[in-house]
């Protein structure tokens, strides 16, 4: 069973007694080899339901190398799930064993689907999903990233009592249903800090649809240009923290959020004496399709 192991530990990051606050890592990435982090929290129970309500088969969105489809097409392996990736992007057909992640999904049985940026946009259109079930049959429908109102469930057990001393609660934000369930699991005099992977406030009113509570704020200066963007700076700051604190970070999100933590403390943001939790959502499949990119870019790689 792959929904077993749910306790994570929290490892404390040692900062200068001069910075005047504590930070420690909640290590979510830990939770399962293939499906970990916040992947684990958003599939839980969507798996489960699937399972019970009697499905066979799993569908998906995605993109190249999306932390997301390496997690279902594991998950549904180990379950005994069909699963089917609708791929962002025609020209990848062609290219999926050049790609970690997709070779990955697709040794664990992941059927695709590549569409073209266009047709992709209307991954949520009733006419589109009704093609698909033409096409497929019936299936159980998991949004891109995970994340709907089973996901945001998974989430909320991401803090248990042990972090009920924490002043500010840290995440990184794709789609929102993380920061959504910390939110929903936090206690009101804790703050719960969401550094978007992405550039825009759209976030903003998505993430309002799910919380119960008022006691978060996105923090959205470190998004290096958008969704998967990263610069010399990121990999020089991700590398060195993993030569620092023997903790890996990933480029897309958890590395940006870090980056955004350690601005801030420089910066005084937050008050004297803080404790400071950063959830490490998970993500690290994505390292070497990154590499892939740096490499042809001449650029540094993550190690």
């Known amino acids: 069973m792959i929904f077993e192991f749910e306790k994570t530990v929290n490892e404390q990051v040692d900062l200068p007694k001069e910075k005047g606050v504590e930070l420690f890592v909640k290590r979510e990435d830990q939770l399962h080899a293939f499906v970990s982090g916040n992947k684990y929290r958003k599939l839980k129970y969507n798996l489960l339901h699937a399972e019970k309500a009697g499905f066979k088969t799993v569908l998906t969105f995605g993109g190249a190398f999306s932390n997301h489809i390496a997690a279902v097409a594991s ?26 992640t997709l070779s990955f ?13 266009d047709v992709y946009r209307n ?23 995970g994340t709907n109102s ?22 990184a934000v794709g789609t929102g249903g993380t920061i959504s369930g910390l939110v929903n699991c936090s206690k009101p005099s804790q703050q719960v800090l969401g550094f978007p992977a992405l550039k825009g406030n759209f976030l903003q009113q998505d993430i309002s649809k799910f919380v119960t509570q008022s006691n978060w704020k996105l923090i959205t200066d470190y998004h290096f240009g958008g969704y998967a963007k990263i610069n010399t700076e990121l990999i020089s700051f991700i590398n060195q923290f993993k030569a620092d604190y023997q903790i890996q970070l990933d480029p897309v999100y958890t590395g940006k959020m870090m980056f955004g933590i350690f601005d801030l403390i420089e910066k005084a943001y937050f008050p004297k004496d803080s404790k400071i939790l950063a959830i490490h959502t998970g993500g690290l499949q994505g390292i070497e399709g990154m590499n892939v990119v740096l490499k042809k870019k001449n650029l540094p790689i993550i190690e």
């Open 123 to 145: 991954k949520t259109s009733e006419a589109f999903l009704n093609h698909l079930k033409e096409e497929f049959n019936d299936f159980y429908l998991i949004p891109e990233g």
């Open 150 to 171: 089973l996901a945001i469930t998974g989430c909320k057990e991401i803090l248990t009592d042990q972090d009920d001393d924490f002043d500010f609660v840290c995440c």
């Open 75 to 100: 998950a549904g392996s180990i379950l005994g799930f069909k699963t089917i990736g609708v791929i962002r992007g025609e020209e990848l057909k062609d290219k999926i064993f050049d790609n970690p």
């Open 105 to 117: 999904a697709k040794e664990n049985g992941m059927q695709f689907k590549f569409v073209s940026r």
